[in-house]
């Protein structure tokens, strides 16, 4: 018998907007999954040939680039960050919207197109030194892993790149957004490899494709 | 009026024992510190001149390193993982103790001393890369922020290098550690350029010494 093919998904907020999708799509984590107190990180599926790991975003674009998973679930931003040539992102699921976006304290004018220099506070060095690059900046990272809008008043940078939904988060901490480096939306994706050897992979992808391509004429 | 010392303690597992020793050396922080619904990442200290703030382990060394926080409790794993120069760990706490190791399967024999190349899922790149080749081993590491001990089941590693506690967490996953790079506890950290220009931050490191020293006479 095959493998089960391993299906991994982002702990979070995306999480719950992408197991509707997953169900219609035939991912169907067991009951176990939906206990919190739950401490596993494998699931099985119901009736399916699947399993599914719960790990970071971060992590789910590393599992499917390297092919211990097959596919997952994760958001443009994690997909453009790594730029991984394994990871083929096939199909726009229009859940997990946001944007990243440049913000700077609301108390500076804006360095758009004057300083050639600048430490930016970020999860995302490699689409920030990009995005400032283009500008002819040179940006410095500081790297955080979480907390970036408490950077500019503890002056650790002068400028974050940072994940913006409602922008309640930047103006709570007298930010304002400057630019949008990139429109993020979550998307299936699959390792390159997996999909040429594995038809399971294939119609996996057919799957999520059709349920897509229904929404969007039903809407 | 001087600025608040900002004062940077990790999420999680270490907060608890550090609590007290922190209220010892007269940092308390405020009532709603303790809420946990309030997602608030900056506190008030009770009738101090210091401010607290809350992030994740590794943001806690890079805020002291950069003197944006002066002062903090972090993990020695952290400390040596990032290695900044600006950053002074001068009091061992003797909390928060577990330890950094190697883990393989199981069901596989030791590689030590006979592999010359290893795949490494770990969170600690820059320590693993040091110890293997310490041993004459090239380690090419997969950076995972989590979910280390599921690696090696999915072939995405041979060898993860993670924390270990109970060692429960190997265990269940079917892993037995090979070897032990690093003693973990957490230390008070502060900033070096902080240390010599503001007395408060010698003062406080004075005051976590003398407890500390207090604490190991009276054990």
């Known amino acids: 018998m095959d493998q ?6 982002p702990k979070g907020r995306i ?3 992408a197991l509707p999708l997953m169900g219609r799509a035939g991912v169907v984590p067991e009951a176990a999954f939906h206990d919190k107190a739950n ?5 099985a599926t119901e009736g399916g040939d699947a399993r599914i790991i719960r790990v970071r975003a ?8 390297h092919g211990a998973a097959q596919a997952g679930i994760v958001g443009s931003d994690v ?3 790594f730029d991984y040539p394994e990871l083929y992102a096939p199909v726009d699921l229009g859940i997990g919207r946001c944007r990243l976006s440049v913000a700077e304290p609301v108390t500076v004018a804006s360095q758009d197109g004057r300083a050639s220099h600048l430490r930016v506070a970020t999860k995302y060095p ?4 990009r995005y ?4 002819g900046v040179q940006a410095e990272c500081v790297k955080l892993n979480g907390a970036m809008e408490i950077a500019p008043t503890l002056g650790l940078s002068s400028t974050i790149v940072d994940l913006v939904s409602s922008g309640q988060t930047l103006k709570d901490n007298g930010l304002v957004e400057r630019a949008t480096i990139l429109e993020v939306s979550a998307r299936l994706i699959v390792n390159r490899t997996a999909l040429k050897t594995d038809p399971r992979i294939a119609a996996l992808v057919e799957r999520f494709r059709a349920l897509i391509s229904a929404g969007a004429k039903a809407a």
Chains 1, 2 share one sequence.
């Open 132 to 135: 400032f690059e283009r500008q």
């Open 79 to 81: 997909i453009a960050e």
């Open 4 to 9: 089960p093919i391993t299906f991994a998904v």
């Open 126 to 129: 490699a689409l920030t030194r």
């Open 15 to 17: 999480l719950d907007e």
């Open 39 to 43: 401490r596993a990180l494998t699931f």
């Open 58 to 65: 971060f992590d789910v674009a590393t599992f499917v680039a």
